[in-house]
């Protein structure tokens, strides 16, 4: 702490990343991180991006990559929005569109940066409770609201709405924004994106960090209607007109275009999550039904902390939250099927010691 902050860094509680540890041998399951590598595609034109062209500034409008977008979602390029990662993408999605004097609404267990960006943004929020399933229940949220965010599938917990329960809540409030975090749809979720055309409160955020395996790229994207794309154009040139350098351009436009090793990655992700809830169940472990490319589970009779750390202590790493009503359970990413191996591997050896 210095003296020098200011007050409102002092009130700030940060959000709190997932671990990057240097630890040899590690089966690093934290981060939900693609086990298979990018497009070679994507990867060959980011090495061909870096060129002599680096002394000049990138394209601040990303027109481009915009435009690859476009087509493949259907959607008008004055209705997509990029920047460094979808967690920058919703840092102005807060500023531009949520901060209003009713209160923001999002569920209890979500994707922890949303009270993170409240806090720094000086927003009001009220969390809802998800039900005793971890299901949103669209019931909850016939309240007055300054507007929307929910993370589809929900993070930690994997689980979906449906397209269609989408569309009622959009019934439901079509006078205030709501925003779709679809981080993970691609690994068995229903996009909200083709809402947009008849919902211009709708702004759908994605990610290529997951799916696409170019999270160290850190490109992001929402789709909406071109209001609400020039609000968060606002936002962003008025704090970095610049967010996406030339080889993040590069790589995302070619990921973009390649929809074959897009669709075989996600499916090879789809199909070891199913083997890995398997295993987790006969080692006793109940566990959501989930749309991501991670699992949210809890064992029947051992607590999440010493499980963790008993990985840990096996060189396999998980996530747990410290938050009392997900406290016993563990984030596990799907990994390859060696990784998978291991895991079961150390979780019966550590079952079977207690």
Same mark, same amino acid.
């Not at 490319?293 to 949210?296: E, I």
């Given at each position: 702490?210095?003296r020098?902050w200011s007050d409102?860094?002092r009130t700030?509680?940060?959000?709190v990343?997932?671990?990057?540890p240097?630890?040899?041998?590690l089966?690093?399951?934290n981060t939900n991180?693609?086990?298979?590598?990018?497009s070679p595609?994507?990867?060959?034109?980011?090495?061909?991006a870096?060129?002599e062209?680096?002394?000049l500034y990138?394209?601040?409008?990303s027109?481009a990559?915009?435009e690859?977008?476009a087509?493949?979602h259907?959607?008008?390029v004055?209705?997509v929005?990029?920047?460094?990662?979808s967690?920058?993408?919703?840092?102005h999605?807060?500023?531009a569109?949520?901060?209003?004097?009713a209160?923001?609404l999002?569920p209890d267990?979500?994707?922890?940066?949303?009270p993170?960006?409240?806090g720094?943004?000086g927003?009001t929020?009220?969390?809802?409770?998800?039900?005793?399933?971890f299901?949103?229940?669209l019931?909850?949220y016939?309240r007055p609201a300054?507007?929307?965010?929910l993370?589809?599938?929900?993070?930690?917990?994997?689980?979906?709405?449906?397209?269609?329960?989408?569309?009622?809540?959009?019934?439901?409030h079509?006078d205030?924004?709501?925003?779709?975090?679809?981080?993970?749809v691609?690994?068995g979720?229903?996009s909200a994106?083709?809402?947009?055309?008849?919902?211009?409160?709708l702004?759908v955020v994605?990610?290529?960090s997951?799916?696409?395996?170019l999270?160290?790229?850190r490109?992001g994207?929402?789709?909406?209607d #071109?209001g609400l794309?020039? @609000? /968060?154009m606002r936002?962003?040139?008025?704090?970095n007109?610049?967010?996406l350098? $030339?080889? +993040?351009?590069?790589?995302a436009?070619?990921s973009v275009?390649?929809?074959?090793?897009?669709?075989?990655s996600c499916?090879?992700?789809?199909?070891e999550?199913?083997?890995?809830?398997a295993?987790l169940?006969?080692l006793?472990f109940?566990?959501?039904?989930?749309?991501a490319?991670?699992?949210?589970a809890?064992h029947t009779t051992?607590?999440? #902390?010493?499980?963790?750390? @008993? /990985?840990?202590?096996?060189?396999v790493?998980v996530r747990r939250?410290q938050a009392? $009503?997900? +406290?016993d359970h563990?984030?596990?990413?799907?990994?390859?099927?060696a990784q998978?191996d291991?895991?079961l591997?150390?979780?019966a050896?550590?079952?079977?010691a207690r």
């Open positions: 702490m210095s020098y409102l860094t700030l509680t940060p959000y990343p997932g671990e990057q240097r630890v040899a041998d089966v690093k399951l991180e693609s086990p298979y590598g990018p595609r994507a990867a060959e034109a980011v090495r061909a870096a060129s062209d680096l002394r990138p394209d601040p409008q027109l990559l915009r690859a977008l087509r493949r259907g959607v008008g004055d209705q929005f990029v920047g460094n990662g967690d920058e993408v919703l840092a999605a807060f500023v569109l949520l901060k209003r004097d209160p923001l999002f267990v979500t994707y922890s940066f949303y993170v960006y409240c720094l943004f927003i929020f009220e969390t809802v409770p998800l039900d005793d399933a299901r949103v229940r019931v909850d016939r300054g507007g929307i965010i993370a589809n599938p929900n993070a930690p917990t994997g689980v979906a709405l449906s397209r269609a329960e989408i569309a009622a809540l959009l019934a439901q079509a205030i924004p709501l925003v779709i975090d679809e981080a993970y691609d690994f979720g229903e994106a083709p809402l947009i055309a008849d919902h211009p409160n702004l994605q990610t290529m997951k799916s696409r395996a999270a160290g790229l490109v994207y929402a789709l909406g #071109a794309i020039e @609000g /968060l936002v962003k040139d008025s704090f007109s610049y967010p350098g $030339r080889p +993040a351009q590069a790589g436009i070619a275009e390649d929809e074959t090793f897009f669709r075989q499916q090879a992700v789809v199909a999550r199913g083997r890995l809830t295993g169940e006969r006793g109940e566990v959501l039904p989930s749309s490319n991670f699992v949210f809890r051992a607590a999440g #902390a010493g499980l963790a750390a @008993g /990985l840990r202590e096996r060189a790493l939250f009392p $009503r997900i +406290a563990l984030r596990i990413t799907v990994g390859t099927p998978t291991r895991l591997a150390a979780l050896e550590i079952l079977g």
